[in-house]
């Protein structure tokens, strides 16, 4: 695996790959790896001949008094797990050479970026759907993946993607979990041994949630208050938010049979976590974001 910190060096040796033949795949991540990232290197390298993992903790998704200068790093260990995972270029740049000085452009998803995440996070979408436009701008892979358990970013980028007309599919991989269904976070790092156990009332609570709707509940009221009730039940946890929407474009849910995203944040000490399950047919959830025409599996 190489490992580069510019722009250029990316282009270079990503264009050497595929005049050799390759396909190319994109992870993005901002780093402190786990196996939620590992498993969509792993469906990368099942794609394509090529992939290039970034690590980069994206200052214009951080809104003023959020974690950016705590974010957890550690750059030798991100190396060896991303070499063993298969990647075989790691884009490691310093914000310097994302947002060069004169830095102007903006990019903006609107009616995806306001509810959930963008609640409380007001800005942070914007940051993401930015860097997420140049990263693609400067891989140009065949393939790109992200994760389903920032599901409204995966929703967000298909969008962003399709609107734009950005390089390659997009593959969102399922939500890596913890044993006992704490879903994997860098951000979990914060968690003193008393938060990290009451952290588990949130799957805890949207799982409930999904029981419910798999025995035939369908009362938008009722299958929230699983979840907050969980999360009630755990002192530690304060609610951000619990919240159904449409899968294909967040508008809220219309009830019924449509599926579901069930989606909750919650905070626990220093830290802000969010989860998610799919209420729907199929367990795995629909095609996020795609079911009226985005790009791309998952
Ligand atoms: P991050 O480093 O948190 O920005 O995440 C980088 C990518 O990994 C995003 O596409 C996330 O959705 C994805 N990701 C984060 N946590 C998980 C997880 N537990 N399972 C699967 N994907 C994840």
């Not at 991100?78 to 490691?92: E, H, K, T, Y």
């Not at 992200?146 to 970013?153: E, I, L, S, V, W």
């Not at 939500?175 to 994997?184: C, F, P, Q």
């Not at 002192?235 to 995203?261: H, K, M, N, Q, S």
Request: proline content about 6%; charged content about 30%; some cysteine.
């Amino acid at each position: 695996m190489r490992e580069v910190t510019t722009v250029g060096d990316v282009r270079e040796i990503v264009d050497a790959a595929r005049a050799g033949g390759d396909t190319i795949g994109l992870v993005p991540t901002m780093g402190y790896l786990h196996d939620g990232h590992l498993s969509l290197v792993e469906l990368a390298r099942d794609r394509v001949g090529f992939v290039v993992v970034t690590l980069f903790v994206n200052p214009t998704q951080f809104g003023p008094g959020e974690d950016l200068d705590g974010y957890p790093r550690n750059l030798d260990r991100d190396r060896a797990l991303a070499a063993a995972a298969g990647a075989d270029l790691l884009f490691v740049p310093p914000a310097s050479e994302i947002y060069p000085d004169g830095f102007r452009t903006k990019v903006r998803v609107d009616g995806l970026s306001e509810p959930l995440c963008g609640r409380d996070r007001p800005g942070h979408f914007d940051g993401v759907a930015l860097v997420v436009t140049k990263l693609l701008n400067i891989v140009r892979p065949d393939v790109s993946v992200f994760g389903r358990k920032d599901a409204q970013q995966a929703i967000l980028i298909r969008r962003l993607v399709r609107d734009l007309d950005l390089p390659g599919d997009v593959i969102v991989g399922p939500t890596v979990r913890e044993s006992d269904g704490l879903a994997m976070s860098s951000r979990n790092r914060y968690l003193d041994p008393a938060e990290r156990e009451a952290a588990v009332g949130l799957s805890r609570g949207l799982f409930a949630a999904k029981a419910a709707w798999r025995a035939g509940e369908r009362d938008e009221g009722e299958l929230r208050a699983y979840v907050l009730a969980e999360i009630e039940a755990e002192p530690l946890l304060e609610i951000d938010y619990v919240d159904l929407r449409d899968p294909a474009d967040l508008e809220p849910w219309p009830g019924g049979e449509t599926p579901a995203l069930l989606a909750a944040a919650v905070r626990v000490g220093r830290a802000r976590l969010i989860d998610n399950v799919f209420l729907g047919d199929s367990d795995a959830g629909p095609a996020i974001g795609s079911a009226r025409g985005g790009k791309g599996t998952g």
